[in-house]
């Protein structure tokens, strides 16, 4: 177990994050689930899945959901199907898969009509993908396939031909689910590239700067240190905090505001989920008193996060939707929240109130959770949110910059 942040880049003279290990543990879970099912193998179209397969990627998601897919075969190593020349990148500097990369053949969400080319045009082009790789890896046509996410007119396409098609959404979410050392190696190093931009925003933060000026200072620190791609920069503000909005604005800070933000970018191929609340100035007594209850709400759920205890035991240390004043739990949803995160932002085990009651789901070493709770008085809000590893020796909070006192900004 890493309990602590090392170097960016690998070295020949201390043990870092070892790729090579990561991709076979990944591919290793995959195979693990995908062996309890009766699928020949699965077609995987969502970024989080093919990433995690594959160790592949190009830089837009909306690309990477439909324009690329990765097919892994039962037994079998997986392939990707890239868009264009990512394929050619693949062949010379992905040695791990450089022998199965091929073009991609997709109707990019139905951009492409399904009418155009000979007889089924680039359906028929997909099908010939599949079909290569069951006969390289003995495959039974007849056997069902999982999927992830598929666009319409494909999967119509497919059944139409005779596939049996099958949900793999279950394998691939419970393969994630468990962390080896290198993923969670990973994760701390992209906490800590948010802890930087936590710190820039509160340098930044004064009044009558606006929240997108805000999201943009966050976002040049996310970048200069090593961030593919951000997810979401959620900043919120003064009057908009209460009830939270769960959307940023171009809204100008006044002196006494409270200043929450959600930052969500990828590192690495993993994402942080990860809120901090500020104050430009002096805080009112109701902020102190709505931040103060935030963060014991947290701090409870966090206290229960402990390998063999269950989702039910935190949403227990919660509040229900009364707290908030609300008529139904459905008002409430997020407010005491924690989830699994990893290349998926939002990942096992997912915990609320409304389902974790029922549905409890034991807490194992090497799961890694974002802990958010969120308190609201008039139209003051606070939220606040770590990002945890599950450990045998309790929760290991990787989210470091400072939350035991509301931070009153700007600093210098």
């Known amino acids: 177990m890493t309990y602590g942040t090392k170097g960016m880049m690998q070295v020949d003279y201390e043990d870092r994050i070892d790729f090579k290990r990561m991709r076979e543990y990944r591919e290793g879970r995959v195979q693990h689930f995908l062996e309890k099912t009766d699928f020949s193998c699965l077609i995987l179209f969502a970024t989080e899945n093919k990433r995690y397969a594959t160790s592949t990627a190009v830089a837009s998601p909306e690309v990477d959901n439909m324009g690329r897919y990765a097919i892994v075969p039962r037994g079998g190593k997986p392939y990707i199907f890239g868009f264009g020349s990512e394929v050619a990148n693949e062949r010379i500097n992905c040695s791990w898969i450089a022998d199965r990369a091929y073009p991609a053949n997709t109707t990019m969400f139905g951009a492409?009509?399904?009418?155009?080319?000979?007889?089924?045009?680039?359906?028929?082009?997909?099908?010939?993908?599949?079909?290569?790789?069951?006969?390289?890896?003995?495959?039974?046509?007849?056997?069902?396939?999982?999927?992830?996410?598929?666009?319409?007119?494909?999967?119509?396409?497919?059944?139409?031909?005779?596939?049996?098609?099958?949900?793999?959404?279950d394998i691939m979410c419970a393969a994630r689910e468990i962390k080896n050392e290198d993923e969670i190696q990973i994760m701390m190093q992209a906490a800590s590239t948010?802890?930087?931009?936590?710190y820039q925003m509160a340098r930044a933060l004064r009044p009558g700067v606006k929240e997108n000026e805000l999201q943009a200072v966050a976002a040049a620190e996310l970048h200069r240190t090593g961030s593919q791609w951000i997810h979401n920069i959620q900043m919120t503000s003064g009057t908009r905090a209460h009830p939270h909005p769960h959307l940023s604005s171009d809204r100008l800070i006044q002196p006494g505001d409270m200043v929450f933000a959600d930052i969500c970018t990828l590192f690495n191929g993993y994402h942080t989920c990860y809120y901090r609340t500020l104050c430009c100035g002096t805080p009112t007594d109701q902020a102190k008193r709505v931040y103060d209850s935030a963060y014991?709400?947290?701090?409870?759920?966090?206290?229960?996060?402990?390998v063999g205890n269950t989702t039910a035991d935190i949403v227990n240390a919660w509040p229900d939707h009364t707290h908030w004043g609300y008529q139904q739990a459905g008002e409430?949803?997020?407010?005491?929240f924690a989830h699994g995160v990893g290349v998926c932002l939002w990942e096992r085990p997912m915990i609320e109130r409304k389902f974790s009651l029922e549905h409890p789901v034991e807490l194992k070493e090497g799961m890694v959770i974002a802990v958010e709770t969120y308190d609201g008085e008039g139209h003051v809000g606070a939220r606040i949110e770590d990002m945890i590893v599950i450990t045998k020796d309790g929760p290991q909070i990787v989210s470091k910059f400072p939350k035991e006192e509301l931070m009153l900004c700007p600093i210098l």
Not at 161 to 167: A, E, F, I, N
Not at 296 to 306: N, Q, R
């Open 296 to 306: 014991k709400m947290l701090m409870a759920g966090i206290e229960k996060c402990i």
């Open 112 to 169: 492409l009509p399904i009418t155009w080319g000979d007889n089924g045009g680039h359906l028929d082009k997909f099908e010939a993908d599949l079909r290569m790789v069951m006969e390289e890896n003995h495959l039974d046509p007849k056997a069902p396939i999982g999927i992830d996410k598929i666009d319409g007119q494909l999967m119509i396409s497919l059944k139409q031909r005779g596939y049996k098609l099958g949900d793999a959404t």
């Open 332 to 336: 409430s949803f997020g407010l005491a």
């Open 194 to 198: 948010v802890d930087g931009a936590f």
